[in-house]
């Protein structure tokens, strides 16, 4: 006569069950996480474009920055009041009580932050969407656009939840680009502002921080996070 499980063989095939979840589910988890992401980030890539390539048919094709913005650094109101808000829906000025930090990739710096008392770049933008944003122009030389994708919810962190996108014109002379162009991606530095552990050339306060060309390493692997990427 066919008998059944015993309660040891049960019990058994339980904990052998329970093992293999515990070892799957983290993996199965980081996937989703990670494939998130990227359709955010996807998202927010087309949010964004859409807007200045809608600010370029009113303000020509480049965007010529006007003289005031060219001798100014802190510029997230300036060009976002300018070239942004007008083309996005819904947009609104953050004003915490208190100051949130974004980690570096790495997690060893402060990198940005949603400051309470509006700080070096102003107080960021954010959409209905949860997407909040800065906007950076230095005189040096070059324009950035940072999205946090779920706004100043966790985790925080360069190349997790924030991402950096170029805005850099098409002619970048040694005083600085007088020019804005759509949200593309970085031609330098890839890897190395992009990693697991802290690069060697890195500038704390600066835009230059570990996880700034994180964005720009997805799209050239394909919309993809690959192993090497600082997850």
Not at 28 to 48: C, D, E, G, R
Not at 98 to 107: E, G, I, L, M, P
Not at 120 to 131: D, E, I
Not at 137 to 144: D, E, I, L, M, W
Request: proline content about 7%; aromatic content about 12%; hydrophobic content about 35%.
């Amino acid at each position: 006569m066919k008998q059944g499980f015993t309660l040891a063989e049960t019990l058994i095939t339980i904990g052998i069950i329970g093992v293999v979840a515990a070892m799957t589910l983290p993996v199965v988890i980081a996937k989703y996480q990670k494939q998130v992401t990227i359709n955010q980030l996807k998202a927010a890539y087309s949010i964004f474009t859409q807007a200045l390539q809608q600010a370029e048919n009113d303000y020509g094709k480049p965007i010529q920055l006007p003289q005031y913005i060219l001798e100014k650094i802190v510029l997230t109101t300036e060009i976002s009041e300018l070239y942004f808000e007008p083309y996005l829906k819904g947009v609104t000025v953050y004003n915490p009580t208190s100051t949130t930090y974004v980690k570096t990739a790495d997690k060893q710096e402060n990198c940005l932050s949603y400051p309470h008392a509006g700080g070096y770049f102003g107080h960021p933008r954010c959409l209905p969407n949860n997407m909040c944003y800065w906007i950076y122009r230095h005189s040096a030389g070059y324009a950035r656009i940072a999205i946090d994708l779920n706004g100043p919810k966790k985790p925080n962190i360069a190349g997790k939840d924030v991402f950096v996108f170029n805005l850099d014109g098409e002619d970048v002379p040694k005083v600085g680009t007088t020019t804005i162009v759509p949200p593309h991606i970085f031609t330098d530095n890839i890897d190395e502002f992009c990693s697991k552990t802290k690069p060697n050339i890195s500038t704390n306060g600066s835009f230059e921080f570990n996880g700034y060309t994180c964005a720009s390493k997805i799209i050239r692997d394909g919309w993809k996070i690959s192993p090497d990427y600082p997850w």
